[in-house]
């Protein structure tokens, strides 16, 4: 069984980029769903085992992989998001490899907001590292159920379906997408990455 992360700052911590209500609706009702549901989906695999009854395997496993990609994708998202502050994201190694990756860190910047802003309804916009390339890579991931590159470890990811900012950007994706740059928890993705490809 998986649990909820506790919430790392304050409902109003990300304000005025992230508002309060937009920010409870998405992690006291969205996230709290797809834990529970992946928490009901392994339930019921195990019921399957204990019965010896694969009859609903098909379902189940599309409804784990549905389920359980959400509750990991938004328990990243929240992690990569923090109060807006003054932190100094040059002194952290993932940026000098961004930097490497993408030309420049404003290369990357634009790449990934022109990504984030044609992301289909239901997707997300993620940094990910690729150990076979041992590369950073920018990928559009439409149906978080569907992995989309296998193998590889998200660092940075952004929602994109409208929950996620309706509330507080209505239609206005790209005013979503700047000032989500004022957030970032750098220290976070940083110490996903190192742990990764050290
Ligand atoms: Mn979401």
């Known amino acids: 069984m998986i649990k909820m992360i506790p919430l790392p700052y304050t409902l109003k911590a990300l304000e005025p980029y992230y508002s309060k209500e937009t920010l409870d609706l998405h992690y006291n009702i969205l996230y709290k769903g797809y834990v529970e549901k992946t928490n009901n989906v392994l339930r019921k695999l195990e019921e399957a085992r204990r019965a010896n009854d694969y009859s609903n395997i098909k379902c189940l496993e ?49 790449q990934f907001s022109e990504a ?9 916009c993620i940094l990910a590292w690729v150990p076979e ?24 990811v952004f929602d994109m379906w409208e929950h996620s900012y309706y509330l507080q950007y209505q239609t206005r994706r790209p005013e979503y997408i700047s000032a989500f740059w004022n957030i970032i928890n750098w220290k976070e993705v940083n110490r996903r990455f190192l742990e990764i490809c050290n």
């Open 133 to 156: 390339f041992e590369q950073l890579v920018i990928l559009q991931c439409e149906k978080h159920q569907d992995l989309t590159l296998w193998g590889c470890v998200p660092l940075l």
């Open 62 to 110: 599309k409804e784990l992989a549905f389920q359980g990609s959400g509750a990991i994708l938004h328990k990243l998202f929240f992690e990569n998001m923090s109060p807006p502050n003054n932190q100094n994201s040059l002194q952290f190694k993932i940026m000098q490899k961004i930097s490497e990756d993408f030309g420049s860190i404003n290369n990357f910047k634009r």
């Open 116 to 124: 984030a802003a044609v992301v289909e309804a239901s997707g997300w």
